[in-house]
């Protein structure tokens, strides 16, 4: 197996354990959170397969910004009470081990890579280059970028008329 393969099986385990978590969270923090994780391993994915533009969209545009809109929104709305005492006893020990795992990995790709190319395989031209990519996306994929619009477009007016459907103003 190459070093390549390894790297992807561990993130698409990570990705996808992110997404089961997420599913099975009954706190909505921790969902966001698990969510916020399986972007970014998404956005790793992407970023080995040669497509640094997509990578970086992803983590700055979900991890980042709609996340941080995520968190922010549950926080205002005050969905989740934290308690004072820690619930589970063993979840401090297995974040300090995951970090210290983390922090060697971390050390050890930055040991083994010094002046060698991340990527294997890079992919095409058009992928890489964000004006290709605009290019392509908008002649190629015009129809299937403008249907996800309208369906994004759907879906927020589906959020503003769930959340006022109950609530009715009475005029003055």
Known sequence: MSAALIVFIILAVIAVAAALAM????????????????????GVIYLTLGAPFVAL???????????????????????????????LKWQRPVAIVLGLALIGESVYALVTRVGTAMISNP??????????LGTLLY??????????????????????????????????
């Open 139 to 172: 002649s190629k994929y015009a129809l299937p970028f403008e249907v996800t619009s309208i369906i994004l477009l759907a879906a927020t007016i589906g959020v503003v008329v769930l959340t006022h459907g109950g609530k009715k103003e009475e005029k003055q």
């Open 123 to 132: 992919a095409a031209e058009k992928l890489a280059d964000p004006k290709a």
């Open 57 to 87: 969209a992803q983590i700055t545009v979900y991890a980042g910004a709609i996340m941080v809109l995520f968190l922010f929104v549950i926080m205002m709305l005050g969905a989740e009470k934290l308690s004072e005492h820690e619930p």
């Open 23 to 42: 599913l099975l969270s009954t706190n909505t923090v921790y969902s966001a959170l698990y969510l916020i994780i399986n972007f970014i391993a998404v």
